[in-house]
């Protein structure tokens, strides 16, 4: 919501500049229309200051790559955008002081990574806030930046739920599209899905899923999809004019191919910049809030203050995705923050650095790429090795995706 | 909206000197800015914001039942659309229904229903679909219409619809922004960000009320399109009726229903926009517009361009009076000018 663009805040008064798609704009209400944008900014300023000792930017070389959130365990931030310089990163305590960190440990299906910081960070995490938000559908809320500003603005769009498909139940049917009788006629069935193992057939007509009568063949994909993997069904269907009941238990949604389509990505585009790393989290809350991509990490608050999750990614013109607070509690104990790739390294590691702003980080220092491939035994395990694989076969994607961006910019 | 300067306009007569206009010129311009600022709201204390957040967190659960996802169930294409009445009439963009005679409805809540299409009217990118039920008796959730020749600038919105395409373990997804152009043909723009899936649904005011209906989008994340419920109104009969017309133009000033007044216009050599030719017996010539009059505002709005003169022009609707002060010589005259649908003055 409320952008701040249509001539950028700080040239309020600059030339006029039609904005692509909105002939009808009138040049004196677009000043108003900024000003507007700016004043809900104002509003919540205030409120951004008391919490900007929660929120750090993660820079390289002095250029900032995220927003990082300060928890009891470290500074958590968007793992895919700081990946590449993971070595050379640093970020500025509270005291302006300019402090290097390193991954560690990473929550990779979150694309979360915790960075090391001092214990006098840590002190000032963000249980210190007004404590957790459950968060309703039309809320406000903001990042909060470490300069006292607050990053974006926008309402909760969705409720928290869980991005994979995999998550999603599946029954394995083929259903008739085609079919305008009673309930749904099943076209085919999938080997080895619960529908082949529960013996349903082609051409059997399903009539009932927990005994709510089925209208058509959407409906039942909708109520399918509804249900988690794993849940217990009983559905009750006819074959041969008989009416049979039976109870199943649903596996899990296959990973289709990505369905969005060339007009819809193209369209997702339109007016932002979207993340690398942008979908499949077990669980995200969806705002409207137009983050940009280097505002990942930072924390996220309600008008009260309250906490409600990390944003995590720009994943269309329309929407942005936020890690839920409760899931995060969940994430940050101290069992499950086991460290997957990142070396482990001791908080204190988190060394002062005495360089001045944009001086080059040595060489040397840069932990050799290969100590991350041995195990400490020296051996590597099949799933570790494969873990790597996947690692860096994603690093390497992201480097190419880079890459052709840049090169679109290039040929504008 | 009448700005005290046109008022003392017509107390002094409506012919002025060219003297006494110098400064009337210069401040009339200014008049219609500060008119804007205080139509526009602004947010003083996060205490406003709660009270804003408060209306907008209110109306979602009453409207969002009614915010259905409209399949095609000859090609799974999906837009939005929003049920209007407790008989299930369905308000939708014309582009989402077009060359169906049925459509699937999907609920929020997953479930299906089947909707008759009725009229359509392209040039509005309106159209009217109707739930069928087994049970006559059946009441639909929907929400209340509102008007949306009474939005602002800057007035807040919120928009709902199945973002790219119906997804059943997700609600509707709530945008909030504000109205920023009203447009041609009784379409506006608002900042709440749309995508593919979005067409057909509903924008709503603050008092829940759908004031227009997602058509398109524009390359900037400013630019998303809506057309407005009163002109839904303006063809209400024909619309349930059945008939279907008009066709979405691609210039965004001009098409069939888009006003037009019946003079010729060119620019001076500094820049004013100069009526060369006045056609016979149109609204122009009626109220006395002559050629080398200047056109000097429309609807209280400077024109200091063709672009502009066009541009406010057919932000109005065709039938109603603008409102025109045209220069002549040192003269400033104030003038109300009739307008006819397009289609309707150049009949072929």
């Known amino acids: ?412 | 909206m009448n700005l005290p300067i046109y008022l003392q306009f017509k107390q002094t007569s409506l012919l002025i000197g060219c003297l006494s206009i110098a400064t009337t010129l210069s401040t009339s311009p200014l008049s219609a800015q500060q008119s804007a600022q205080d139509t526009i709201p602004k947010i003083s204390n996060t205490d406003t914001l709660k009270t804003l957040q408060n209306s907008v967190t209110e109306i979602i659960p009453k409207v969002m039942p009614a915010t259905v996802c409209i399949v095609s169930p000859r090609t799974g294409a999906s837009g939005s659309g929003v049920i209007v009445d407790p008989k299930g009439l369905i308000l939708t963009a014309s582009h989402v229904i077009e060359g169906e005679e049925e459509v699937t409805v999907l609920f929020p809540d997953g479930r299906q229903q089947t909707a008759k299409i009725l009229g359509a009217n392209f040039t509005k990118d309106a159209a009217m679909a109707q739930l069928v039920s087994e049970d006559a008796e059946k009441l639909w959730p929907y929400a209340p219409l509102g008007s949306s020749d009474d939005l602002n600038i800057g007035e807040f919105v919120i928009a709902l619809g199945h973002s790219e395409g119906f997804d059943p373990v997700r609600t509707p997804p709530v945008r909030f922004g504000r109205i920023v152009s009203m447009n041609a043909t009784r379409f506006l723009s608002s900042d709440c960000a749309l995508i593919g899936g979005d067409s057909g649904g509903p924008l709503f005011n603050l008092k829940g009320e759908v004031v227009a209906i997602h058509s398109s989008i524009g390359r900037s994340a400013m630019a998303n399109n809506h057309a407005g419920v009163d002109g839904f109104k303006e063809d209400w009969e024909e619309l349930k009726s059945g008939k279907i017309w008009g066709s979405l133009s691609m210039h965004p000033f001009v098409n069939s229903e888009s006003p037009v007044v019946g003079f010729e216009i060119s620019t001076t050599q500094s820049g004013e926009v100069i009526v060369v030719r006045v056609i016979q017996g149109g609204p122009a010539e009626q109220a006395g517009i002559q050629n080398g009059d200047i056109i000097w505002e429309v609807g209280n709005e400077r024109i200091e361009s063709n672009h502009t003169l066009l541009k406010e022009l057919s932000r109005h609707q065709p039938g109603k009076p603008i409102e025109m002060v045209i220069k002549r010589g040192d003269v400033l005259l104030e003038l109300a000018v009739n307008s006819l649908k397009r289609s309707d003055f150049y009949k072929p």
């Open chain 1, 1 to 412: 919501m409320i952008f701040l663009g249509l001539s950028l805040v700080g040239s309020l008064h600059a030339q006029f500049q039609p904005v692509d798609g909105l002939p009808f704009l009138r040049e004196h209400e677009s000043e108003q229309l900024d000003k507007q944008a700016l004043s809900f900014y104002q509003a919540i300023q205030p409120l951004a200051e008391s919490l900007k000792h929660t929120s750090v930017g993660i820079e390289h070389r002095g250029r900032r790559l995220a927003l990082g959130t300060v928890t009891s365990v470290g500074v958590v931030s968007k793992w895919s955008e700081v990946m590449r310089y993971r070595d050379t990163l640093t970020y500025r305590l509270p005291t302006g002081e300019r402090v290097r960190t390193r991954p560690i440990g990473v929550i990779e299906e979150f694309d979360l990574v915790i960075l090391s910081a001092p214990e006098e960070l840590k002190s000032l995490d963000i249980s210190s806030s007004k404590g957790m938000g459950d968060a309703q559908i039309g809320e406000f809320l903001f990042v909060a930046g470490p300069g006292g500003e607050a990053h974006s603005l926008g309402v909760v769009s969705v409720a928290p739920r869980s991005l994979r498909e995999s998550d999603k139940a599946y029954l394995g049917v083929v259903m008739d599209m085609q079919y305008a009788g009673e309930g749904v006629r099943i076209r085919g069935v999938q080997e080895g899905t619960t529908a082949a193992k529960a013996d349903l057939r082609a051409n059997d007509i399903v009539l009932e899923i927990n005994g709510e009568p089925l209208k058509g063949a959407l409906e039942m994909g909708n109520i399918l999809q509804q249900m988690k993997a794993g849940s217990e069904v009983t559905i009750r269907y006819q074959r041969l004019q008989q009416e049979q009941e039976i109870n199943l238990t649903l596996g899990g949604r296959p990973q289709f191919q990505d369905q969005a389509q060339g007009r819809i990505q193209k369209m997702q585009k339109m007016g932002a910049t979207l993340s690398k790393v942008r979908s499949d989290f077990p669980n995200a809350m969806q705002s409207d809030m137009p983050l940009d991509p280097e505002d990942c990490g930072g924390p996220v608050y309600n008008l009260e203050g309250e906490f409600l999750g990390i944003a995590i990614a720009r994943a269309s013109r329309t929407k942005s995705y936020i890690i839920p607070a409760d899931e995060l509690a969940e994430l940050l104990t101290p069992q499950e923050t086991t460290p997957s790739i990142a070396e482990e390294v001791e908080p204190d590691a988190a060394n002062e650095l005495n360089e001045e702003e944009g001086l080059p980080i040595a060489k040397a220092e840069i932990e050799p790429e290969r100590a991350q491939l041995v195990d400490p035994e020296g051996l590597v395990s099949p799933e570790k090795l494969h873990k790597l694989i996947e690692q860096k076969r994603k690093e390497l994607m992201l480097l190419e995706q880079e890459l052709i961006e840049q090169q679109g910019r290039l040929n504008h």
